[in-house]
């Protein structure tokens, strides 16, 4: 069983959707869990993270770590084409060097 | 700030030989970096960890003698791909994070490497 499983998707929605984006974990050590943003053939950018367990807001985003399910969720409010990405979730394991990044799901947001 | 560059964006090298990729902090002091590979469509693999002056620690399957791992200062690491094969043909980010930071990590934009 990998450490953090994703949906690759795609998924397309119109402008002004609510996405959700979701991610499993199997381990729960080191509680820090992110959220990347990578647009094509560039290098990810941190979005957003969350520590331990409960809800973070940041502007249209929310991410929601649900620890009694290894569950961690990323909502876009009022998506925009401009939120067209790839989002990966991740988490630390083996200490808060290594990362391990689910398979990243390709969000398509159309006008 | 937290900048991270690499350098080159991309680059096409004939198989057999080796290409060398850099990877700076701009503005921070890099204690750590990371190398990470990414095939089409699929997520990042770590392939490396290297602190500053010491020896790279590479992760289980990474052949630490085909990508030679220096990060001889604390702004500066490269990877060097050596006898280069089509099947290193693979897009390669790095990562840094500074002493001041735990688990936040910075990643470059990504070197595209195709080899012919």
């Known amino acids: 069983q990998k450490e953090v499983e994703q949906d690759p998707g795609p998924l397309s929605v119109p402008e002004g959707a609510i996405v959700s984006l979701n991610c499993t974990y199997s381990?729960?050590?080191?509680?820090?869990f992110m959220w990347y943003r990578q647009y094509s053939r560039k290098g990810p950018e941190l979005l957003m993270y969350t520590y331990s367990s409960g809800n973070k807001e940041d502007g249209r985003f929310t991410a929601q770590v649900d620890k009694s399910s290894k569950y961690i969720s990323l909502f876009i409010r009022d998506s925009q084409p401009s939120d067209s990405a790839t989002y990966l979730c991740?988490?630390?394991?083996?200490?808060?060097?290594?990362?391990?990044f689910g398979a990243g799901t390709r969000l398509a947001v159309h006008p | 700030g937290a900048v991270v560059s690499q350098h080159p964006s991309w680059v096409i090298c004939k198989s057999g030989t080796s290409v060398k990729i850099e990877c700076r902090s701009l503005?921070?002091?890099?204690?750590?970096m990371f190398w990470y590979r990414q095939f089409p469509k699929q997520s990042l693999m770590l392939m490396a960890t290297s602190n500053e002056g010491s020896k790279a620690t590479y992760e289980q399957g990474v052949e630490k003698d085909k990508f030679l791992i220096n990060h001889a200062s604390l702004t500066l690491s490269t990877l060097t791909v050596t006898s280069a094969h089509p099947e290193d043909s693979s897009f390669y980010i790095c990562s840094a994070k500074g002493h001041l930071s735990s688990y936040e990590q910075y990643f470059g934009p990504g070197t595209r490497l195709t080899v012919t």
């Open positions: 991740a988490k630390f394991s083996g200490g808060y060097n290594k990362l391990i």
């Open positions: 381990n729960s050590a080191f509680q820090y």
């Open positions: 503005d921070f002091q890099a204690t750590t």
